[in-house]
């Protein structure tokens, strides 16, 4: 069974700095990873994912993730935030060709001016 | 383009009311599932269907029933409403290359 931890429940972060949001995984085979973002009162949308090839993947709105198999991470950054990105961000993962997705706690970026 | 839809987006019950929360599909998507949201616990999965007529239990199914028969919908329904059933719940169907698409949610209260 596959199982998520985001390392922070909430980050508080001021505009135009860089930010980094953590996630660990655990899982026996071999697994896709996302992360995705819920702004309030919305549903999530998907920011980035891996499923296979290079480690470094480009998401939207300037995010972008690192997957490290050695350390089963899958680390959110961003070099400079803005108010906008203000949201909770949730990491899943899934094993390869399976279909249910497993989500972390969520961590609440706050982006203050 | 609509489309995952959820209706009603916010519903109060009584104590072992019954309800159906209604999700359709417009993008013939075969996954679709059914989470619930709970403050500081992320999303849970309650039941999860990979094709109209095959659905299958996640990881907290206790008090909630599914069906699909067609590709479009997927209903959630609870029997016997409690208060520990008090959540956001989230329909989301999943395309071909892994990515989940989600409703707007519903806001549900048993009181």
């Known amino acids: 069974a596959q199982s998520v931890t985001q390392l922070d429940s909430q980050v508080p972060v001021f505009e135009e700095a860089p930010v980094e949001l953590r996630c660990n995984y655990s899982s026996s085979v071999s697994v896709y990873l996302f992360w995705y973002v819920q702004y309030p009162n919305q549903g999530l949308q998907l920011l980035l994912k891996?499923?296979?090839?290079?480690?470094l993947v480009k998401g939207i709105n300037g995010f972008e993730a690192e997957f490290n198999k050695s350390q089963t991470s899958f680390h959110l950054r961003k070099p400079s935030v803005h108010i906008s990105d203000t949201a909770e961000y949730f990491c899943?993962?899934?094993?390869?060709?399976?279909?249910?997705?497993?989500f972390g706690a969520g961590t609440r970026l706050f982006v203050k001016a | 383009n609509a489309g995952v839809t959820q209706t009603p987006k916010f519903r109060i019950l009584k104590i072992g009311q019954s309800m159906t929360l209604q999700c359709t599909q417009d993008?013939?998507?075969?996954?679709m599932y059914w989470y619930r949201q709970d403050p500081g616990m992320g999303l849970k999965l309650i039941y999860y269907s990979v094709g109209a007529g095959i659905t299958d239990k996640g990881e907290v199914p206790n008090g909630y029933n599914v069906s699909r028969s067609t590709t479009e919908d997927f209903p959630l329904r609870l029997e016997l409403a409690a208060p520990s059933q008090t959540s956001v719940y989230f329909c989301a169907s999943m395309s071909e290359n892994e990515k989940l698409f989600f409703g707007s949610g519903t806001q549900l209260s048993v009181l």
């Open positions: 899943a993962v899934s094993h390869t060709g399976g279909f249910k997705t497993i």
């Open positions: 993008m013939n998507h075969n996954y």
């Open positions: 891996y499923l296979s090839g290079s480690t």
